[in-house]
């Protein structure tokens, strides 16, 4: 073990003899060295505590945080999109107990968009009042917005990343379409979308099926893939149809 040895004033000498005798340390040389590894540690970076506490590059070049906030909304209840020719079927699977109902996670925006939500309540619906504040007209616009919110909680240190995968469904132009949403900002654009706890065995079931032909045909593809709720569970939907009008 390497010695180290300093010059204290003797008011502080007095001072760690008195936490001495009032603490848990035999003597001077303990306490001191308790504190600097109370130092230490407050200042090493996240490699030396063997975990990263903070939204930055890994040497590997991951960031780690964000990783562990999609692993928190895929362990949330499955949400699933679908498009179909005349609009998009929303469907998230809730669960009760008891007199207690988990709080919705499929918003409807207006009358062409529609929002639903995999993982922690509060981030998603955070997430639906910023995208009522920013009225989103196009495509383009609503793309930056969400990918703008999910990279401010992504890029700065006093915030943490949202623990939501994001489903969007909208009508905008005439045309529907289903995008979605990841913490990191990544979006994707495609005919069908799982997040959620099973979303990787509904994604390989969805990839050996064709797009529905009617809003029938897609009713009985989400029943299909997401299985039989439990008693305990069930199921919220909503059809976004191209010019419904509906608030």
């Known amino acids: 073990m390497v010695e180290l040895r300093t010059i204290i ?13 009032s603490g848990p340390f035999n003597n001077k040389a303990e306490l001191v060295r308790a ?6 540690s407050s200042i090493a970076g996240p490699k030396d505590q063997a975990f990263d506490k903070e939204n930055i590059f890994a040497p590997d070049g991951q960031i780690y945080q964000t990783q562990y906030a999609r692993e928190s909304a895929y362990r949330g209840f499955p949400s699933l999109g679908i498009v179909h020719p005349k609009g998009v079927l929303v469907t998230s699977r809730l669960a009760t107990s008891g007199m207690r109902e988990w709080y ?9 968009l529609a929002t639903c939500h995999s993982g922690l309540s509060a981030d998603g619906i955070v997430t639906v009042r910023k995208i009522r504040e920013a009225g989103p007209k196009t495509i383009d616009e609503l793309v ?19 623990g939501i995968c994001l489903l969007v469904a909208t009508t905008m132009g005439g045309t529907p379409r289903l995008l979605g949403f990841e913490p990191s900002g990544g979006c994707v654009s495609s005919w069908a979308i799982a997040y959620g706890r099973g979303s990787q065995r509904m ?21 299909r893939v997401l299985g039989k709720p439990q008693k305990w569970e069930h199921d919220e939907t909503l059809n976004l149809e191209i010019g419904s009008g509906a608030e």
């Open 9 to 21: 004033p003797e008011e502080i000498d007095r001072y760690l003899e008195q936490l001495v005798d």
């Open 35 to 40: 504190a600097l590894a109370s130092y230490t």
């Open 104 to 112: 919705p996670k499929i918003f409807r925006i207006g009358s062409e």
């Open 144 to 162: 930056e917005v969400i990918v703008t919110w999910f990279w401010e909680n992504t890029s700065r240190r006093d915030r943490r990343p949202l």
């Open 203 to 223: 994604q390989v079931m969805l990839g050996s099926e064709r797009p529905p032909r009617s809003l029938k045909e897609a009713e009985a593809l989400a029943q």
